[in-house]
């Protein structure tokens, strides 16, 4: 029993002298914060800013200045603290297009979908959101993508999750070839069961959409062969309250290298959680940003 008083007595104070040393490293890396920006405010952005701290650190290589800031409590306390000197870093990690949104003609967006019920159940859900839409049928996915490329569509709907081989990576093949954006997903009943996750496509333009309705999505890829960013990408979505919807492990479509592709379901530190990735974890590349309807 003294054996065990003893254990637990040592335990209290290592415990309070760590719980001391981590709120000394928190107080320094918000206090970094505000001479990296300056030193990197000739230039602005992400880039120079992450060069600015291998300077200041006098590390050879950027991954062990960056790692200068140990543990993830220590980075989300910098990368708050610089986001409230640099706001506008979010515009360069989340680019929006300054184009306006399309809205809907007299006779509808011109959605490119394929004849069969998800499609025509995805629409139905859509056209709450959107608006009445004029639908162009098309014999193949490829076609559907092919149409939103050359402008001849508006907007595609094209399946990329059903209940029975769950993620669909040919889909996601597809739209990254034609370079086509998801603007939203929503949920409709599956033929063999559950539930079909259909993705609406756009190219340059995204339509309009109403926020108030739909929860955000935010879809991530990193390499398969680094767990260790793997386990800090999900300490850090933990602690920035994005809830992890996914994992999935693809190859590339030559083949070449595997990846793994990580799904969210965005919170309200969604912009926290950017810009950690852009600093510390480069590799780590937000993919996607768009809305979920159920």
Not at 14 to 32: F, G, K, V
Not at 70 to 97: D, K, M, S
Not at 102 to 130: C, F, P, Y
Request: with cysteine; aromatic share 6%.
């Amino acid at each position: 029993m003294r054996a065990f008083d003893t254990l637990r007595e040592n335990f209290a104070v290592w415990h309070a002298e760590m719980t001391t040393i981590s709120e000394l490293a928190t107080a320094q890396a918000r206090a970094m914060a505000p001479l990296i920006a300056e030193e990197g405010r000739a230039e602005g952005g992400i880039g120079p800013l992450r060069r600015t701290v291998l300077d200041i650190l006098g590390k050879n290589q950027a991954a062990d200045a960056l790692s200068a800031l140990q543990g993830v409590g220590e980075r989300l306390a910098f990368t708050e603290a610089l986001l409230a000197i640099h706001p506008t870093l979010t515009e360069e990690i989340l680019p929006t297009t300054t184009e306006q949104p399309q809205t809907n003609k007299a006779q509808g967006l011109r959605i490119a979908m394929m004849r069969a019920t998800a499609s025509a159940d995805a629409a139905a859900k859509l056209n709450a959101v959107l608006g009445d839409t004029t639908p162009l049928y098309c014999n193949s996915f490829a076609e559907l993508c092919e149409r939103v490329g050359d402008a001849t569509a508006d907007l595609a709907l094209l399946p990329i999750e059903d209940a029975t081989e769950g993620m669909l990576r040919r889909s996601y093949h597809l739209f990254e070839r034609f370079e086509l954006h998801i603007a939203c997903t929503v949920e409709v009943p599956s033929p063999e069961g559950g539930v079909s996750r259909i993705a609406l496509l756009y190219h340059d333009i995204p339509p309009t959409l109403s926020e108030k309705e739909g929860e955000g999505v935010l879809e991530c890829r990193t390499l398969a062969t680094e767990d260790a960013s793997l386990t800090e990408l999900l300490t850090v979505a933990n602690a920035c309250a994005l809830a992890l919807r996914r994992i999935d492990t693809h190859t590339t479509e030559d083949g070449e290298e595997q990846y793994r592709h990580i799904i969210f379901r965005a919170g309200a530190q969604h912009l926290l959680f950017a810009t950690y990735l852009a600093l510390f974890l480069p590799r780590t590349v937000i993919t996607e940003r768009y809305l979920h309807f159920t």
